[in-house]
């Protein structure tokens, strides 16, 4: 159980294109998502929190109309890059609570995104 | 905010030897999570262990609460075993967690 993914799994767009990505929690119900950026050879970093019906909250120093995300479903956030330029390549990776109500994360399994 | 250490930041086996990765922590948490990411980037869930010690298979992990530090143990090691390990921990019942480094092991034949 407690299975999220991810779509799509990689994607190359062209400068000035918007870009959306898919999380998907599927054999559970989640109320928050967490989205994350990882550069190579680097940690996890949190980008913003989705709360399912509400805005979201985006940690300090993310742009929020650079990086919109709608957590329209008990299932499902979606992060949309909008205006990609080459420095927004990265890899995305989204996480909800499993369920049990321990706050226990899993991983979806990561979207890699190249803009040229 | 809360500061994640891991150490060693990189960590060379030959197959079947044994290790310890370390995680400390600045502060106090409501959470840890132990996760093993493989060469194309899925996050395994090993362990969620806020406190006390747990054991699957050929892995087990400690965490002292108080303090501040949790260790992953591997034993009998193995080439699959190779990738990177994050501890992340949890301040809040928020559900935000922050990330160590990592350690990035490689296990030899």
């Known amino acids: 159980g407690a299975v999220v993914s991810q779509h799509p799994s990689w994607v190359i767009c062209k400068s000035g294109t918007s870009v959306k990505i898919e999380c998907r929690s599927l054999?559970?119900?989640?109320?928050?998502m967490f989205w994350y950026r990882q550069f190579p050879k680097q940690s996890l970093m949190l980008m913003a929190t989705s709360n399912e019906g509400s805005k979201a909250t985006y940690e300090q120093g993310v742009e929020k109309d650079k990086f919109l995300i709608n957590h329209a479903s008990l299932t499902l956030s979606t992060l949309t890059v909008t205006s990609a330029h080459p420095e927004d390549s990265s890899f995305y990776i989204c996480s909800a609570e499993g369920p049990g109500g321990y706050n226990e994360q899993f991983f979806g399994p990561g979207t890699r995104l190249t803009v040229l | 905010g809360i500061q994640v250490e891991q150490s060693p930041p990189d960590l060379i086996l030959q197959e079947g030897a044994n290790s310890t990765l370390r995680c400390n922590f600045s502060d106090s948490v409501n959470n840890l999570q132990w996760f093993h990411q493989n060469p194309w980037g899925q996050l395994i869930n090993l362990f969620y262990i806020p406190s006390g010690t747990k054991q699957n298979g050929r892995l087990s992990a400690t965490t002292v609460a108080t303090e501040r530090y949790s260790l992953l143990y591997i034993s009998s090691s193995q080439t699959t075993d190779s990738g990177v390990y994050f501890c992340?921990?949890?301040?809040?019942?928020?559900?935000?967690?922050?990330f160590g480094d990592g350690t990035t092991l490689t296990v030899k034949p």
């Open positions: 054999d559970f119900q989640a109320t928050t």
């Open positions: 992340a921990v949890e301040r809040s019942n928020a559900g935000k967690s922050t």
